[in-house]
């Protein structure tokens, strides 16, 4: 696949206005799926990428290269922007300097970094504490003075909301400021009531917030978002516990009966597992290089 500037991309899907529904993905399969559905950003999660990559909860145990080599099988089976969740920064300065650096050149479109303490959590987890804002300015200025790519999206996220020592006015607060230190964009993580995202949505800079489903935000969708004013609509977990619940369905129904015919169209057919792999592309590529290869055979060269 050609090199396509994917943060070009982002910025012009940005500026033609309306909110992005960013499904969040962690695989090549999950992430050409979206843009064959039609999707035209994505969502690199830590929350999906822990979950599926190694199997655990989003405690800020997944490594830097557990990402990028994840990552850079996503690149080459999409063309669509991907904004990167890296957490805290894998450690400091100089952490953030290489993955920035990396991530550029490998072609992602932007990156999260939040402000809480090391260990991070999932924002859903009990115990989440949030640094000083001087630990993040130190994180923001890492990331602004490691890119070379203007276009390079930086997303800061606060977590203040979450931290039951602060609150959604502390969050507010920090974004502003997030935004005044060089953030292209600020997301706010976990919203309890219709008058938080309306805040969120007034902030004069462009906002994400995610659509948790059994959360306080779980019956929004994209389109409330965009009348609020929210530019980024994320969907963290959709994808991921629609894959556990179906994986513990069959292997339930499996262990118990011994066989799964009974769960009919629960399972894509053969033809729709080769068009969401590629299948087609390949095999026209295989067929073409054996019909060159046979016509310049038969004129002896």
Same mark, same amino acid.
């Given at each position: 696949m050609a090199r396509i500037d994917r943060a070009w991309k982002l910025r012009q899907l940005l500026e033609s206005g309306g909110t992005l529904c960013c499904p969040a993905v962690y695989d090549p399969l999950s992430i050409r799926m979206a843009e064959q559905s039609g999707f035209e950003a994505v969502l690199v999660s830590g929350s999906s990428m822990s979950c599926e990559v190694i199997g655990t909860s989003d405690v800020g145990v997944l490594s830097y290269g557990e990402y990028r080599n994840t990552l850079l099988n996503m690149l080459c089976v999409s063309s669509i922007p991907m904004i990167v969740d890296i957490d805290t920064g894998f450690g400091g300065p100089v952490t953030i300097f290489r993955a920035v650096r990396e991530y550029e050149q490998m072609g992602i479109a932007g990156v999260m970094i939040e402000d809480q303490t090391f260990p991070k959590r999932c924002a859903y987890y009990?115990?989440?504490?949030?640094?000083? %804002?001087?630990?993040?300015? %130190?994180?923001?200025?890492?990331?602004?003075?490691?890119?070379?790519?203007?276009?390079?999206?930086?997303?800061?996220?606060?977590?203040?909301?979450?931290?039951?020592?602060?609150?959604?006015?502390?969050?507010?607060?920090?974004?502003?400021?997030?935004?005044?230190?060089?953030?292209?964009? %600020?997301?706010?993580?976990t919203p309890r009531t219709e008058d938080d995202l309306v805040r969120i949505g007034q902030l004069d800079f462009p906002t994400a917030v995610c659509i948790t489903e059994g959360s306080a935000t779980g019956g929004y969708s994209a389109a409330d978002f965009e009348r609020m004013g929210i530019r980024f609509a994320f969907f963290p977990q959709s994808l991921t516990r629609a894959c556990i619940r179906t994986m513990r369905l069959v292997l339930n129904e499996l262990k118990a009966r011994g066989r799964t015919d009974h769960l009919g169209d629960i399972f894509c057919t053969q033809e729709e597992r080769a068009a969401y792999t590629g299948l087609e592309a390949y095999m026209k590529f295989e067929a073409d290089v054996m019909d060159r290869c046979k016509e310049l055979d038969a004129r002896g060269q």
């Open positions: 009990d115990g989440l504490r949030v640094a000083d %804002v001087s630990e993040m300015r %130190v994180r923001i200025e890492s990331v602004l003075r490691a890119r070379t790519d203007p276009h390079f999206f930086l997303l800061a996220r606060t977590d203040a909301a979450a931290d039951d020592t602060q609150g959604m006015d502390e969050a507010l607060r920090r974004a502003k400021v997030y935004r005044e230190w060089g953030a292209d964009g %600020v997301f706010i993580s």
